[in-house]
């Protein structure tokens, strides 16, 4: 995994969790504007990334030839402290804070690509990386909540009607993507 990105609803929140990192402070490996959102960047015990972000409104977002333009840009300091809720202290992420999106390391985009719609994936580490070894701190595999058993039973025979290994333990099925990433399906019946 390169890093997961949790998504808080507001500047306001944002704000709030760069005052609590400030006040305890915790080792930051960064922050950046992106034009379509604002990031602060750090990194876990095991060194798995973490990235807490707002995003601007769809209609602040520019576009270049039919792209999203993005950049990084410094960080607004005092314009997202200016946000912060006043006094209390921090108890944690509020509601409406979701995981964003998440970026894993693969050795190649276009294999990887193909299974892939609302998750990142990057060569950062190397064209041809290899997966990490099995004994590497880190992400060992990813869950994907399915909405009911139904669900997971298609998704059982789409995954067998296209030869994917995988293996059914208890109504959950783990496979293994192409860069060797892992991956949990339950439904939330079964989790």
């Not at 990235?51 to 409104?57: A, G």
């Not at 998750?119 to 004994?135: E, F, M, Q, S, Y």
Request: net charge negative; hydrophobic share 35%; aromatic share 8%.
């Amino acid at each position: 995994m390169y890093h997961f990105a949790l998504l808080v609803p507001s500047r306001r929140e944002l704000g709030s969790f760069l005052r609590s990192l400030i006040e305890s402070k915790t080792p930051v490996q960064g922050f950046a504007d992106h034009l379509v959102s604002e990031a602060i960047y750090l990194s876990d015990p095991d060194g798995n990334g973490i990235e807490v972000y707002r995003d601007r409104p769809l209609t602040e977002w520019e576009y270049k030839d039919g792209r999203i333009k993005m950049v990084t840009d410094p960080f607004d300091f005092d314009g997202v402290m200016a946000c912060a809720q006043a006094g209390g202290d921090w108890i944690g992420m509020t509601p409406g804070t979701v995981l964003g999106h998440m970026h894993l390391h693969v050795g190649d985009l276009e294999t990887s690509a193909s299974g892939y719609h609302q998750l990142r994936i990057n060569t950062w580490n190397g064209v041809g990386a290899p997966p990490a070894p099995d004994d590497a701190l880190g992400l060992r595999y990813f869950s994907v909540i399915l909405p009911d058993e139904e669900a997971l039973t298609a998704l059982n025979l789409r995954l067998k009607q296209a030869d994917q290994e995988s293996e059914e333990v208890h109504s959950r099925i783990s496979v293994k993507d192409p860069a060797g990433n892992g991956i949990q399906f339950t439904s939330e019946a079964g989790s």
